[in-house]
T-cell receptor, first 114, second 114 residues
Framework: AQSVTQLGSHVSVSEGALVLLRCNYS??????LFWYVQYPNQGLQLLLK??????LVKGINGFEAEFKKSETSFHLTKPSAHMSDAAEYFC????????????FGPGTSLSVIP | DAGVTQSPTHLIKTRGQQVTLRCSPK?????VSWYQQALGQGPQFIFQ???????QRGNFPDRFSGHQFPNYSSELNVNALLLGDSALYLC?????????????FGPGTRLTVL
C-alpha cells in the first residue's frame, strides 16, 4: 500500500524567504512522486514529478524537489517566495503505470507574508 | 487543444437525491479517473475507467458509480446523496500506454448537499 504524509498543514514564510514543504511517502514499489499546486477554487496543477533518473527535479515557477530514497522523502523547495506562491500544495505518490491510482497527501497551505 | 473539461461547475442538491457529473478528457486520452476532494483534504481516488469499463476502484460505496462512453468521456453518478458527499469532484485523464505522469486534471465540479 502507498501513503503520503505532509508535515505541517499550514506554513507561513516572508516574501523572499526560502520555501520548504515536507513530504514523506510509503510505497512497496518504486514510486513515482508528484507535487501539485491548487489555487483557490481551481483544479490541480502539476508542479513537478519524479519518475526515474536524476533525484533532483526542477519544476515550474522556480520550485524543485529532491527524491531521497533512504529517507523516503520528497521535500519541495523554492529559494525565494513570491506572493503568488500562496496556495495549497499536495504531494502525491503512485506506481509507474497509468493503472496506478494517485495517492495524495493531506496538503500544506502556504501563506506568504509581505 | 482543449484540456480536461468538467460540467457543471457548481451543483446544489438535497439529501437523498441523485447527481451526475460529466468529464471530457484531454484530446488523445483514453483513461479517466475520478477523485473526491473534501474541504481541507487531499483528493481521494474514487475509480478509473478504461475501454468503457471500471478498471480500478477506491474505497467508496456502491452509491458511487460511473460510465465511460465510446468517445472516452465519462460520467460520475452518486445516488442517495449524503451531507458528507459535499466536495470538489475532480476528473483526470491520461493515456493508458503512457505513464502516470501524463495524468491531467480538470477544474472540478463543486457539489453541495443540503
Amino acid at each position: 500500500a502507498q501513503s503520503v504524509t505532509q508535515l505541517g498543514s499550514h506554513v507561513s514564510v516572508s516574501e523572499g524567504a526560502l520555501v520548504l514543504l515536507r513530504c514523506n511517502y510509503s510505497s512497496s514499489v518504486p514510486p513515482y512522486l508528484f507535487w501539485y499546486v491548487q489555487y483557490p477554487n481551481q483544479g490541480l496543477q502539476l508542479l513537478l514529478k519524479y519518475t526515474t533518473g536524476a533525484t533532483l527535479v526542477k519544476g515550474i515557477n522556480g520550485f524543485e524537489a529532491e527524491f531521497k530514497k533512504s529517507e523516503t522523502s520528497f521535500h519541495l523547495t523554492k529559494p525565494s517566495a513570491h506572493m503568488s506562491d500562496a496556495a495549497e500544495y499536495f504531494c502525491a505518490v503512485s506506481g509507474e503505470t497509468s493503472y496506478d491510482k494517485v495517492i495524495f497527501g493531506p496538503g500544506t497551505s502556504l501563506s506568504v507574508i509581505p | 487543444d482543449a484540456g480536461v473539461t468538467q460540467s457543471p461547475t457548481h451543483l446544489i442538491k438535497t439529501r437523498g437525491q441523485q447527481v451526475t457529473l460529466r468529464c471530457s478528457p484531454k484530446s488523445g486520452h483514453d483513461t479517466v479517473s475520478w477523485y473526491q476532494q473534501a474541504l481541507g483534504q487531499g483528493p481521494q481516488f474514487i475509480f478509473q475507467y478504461y475501454e468503457e469499463e471500471e478498471r480500478q476502484r477506491g474505497n467508496f460505496p456502491d452509491r458511487f458509480s460511473g460510465h465511460q462512453f465510446p468517445n472516452y468521456s465519462s460520467e460520475l453518478n452518486v445516488n442517495a446523496l449524503l451531507l458528507g458527499d459535499s466536495a470538489l469532484y475532480l476528473c483526470a485523464s491520461s493515456f493508458t500506454l503512457g505513464s502516470t505522469d501524463t495524468q491531467y486534471f480538470g477544474p472540478g465540479t463543486r457539489l453541495t448537499v443540503l
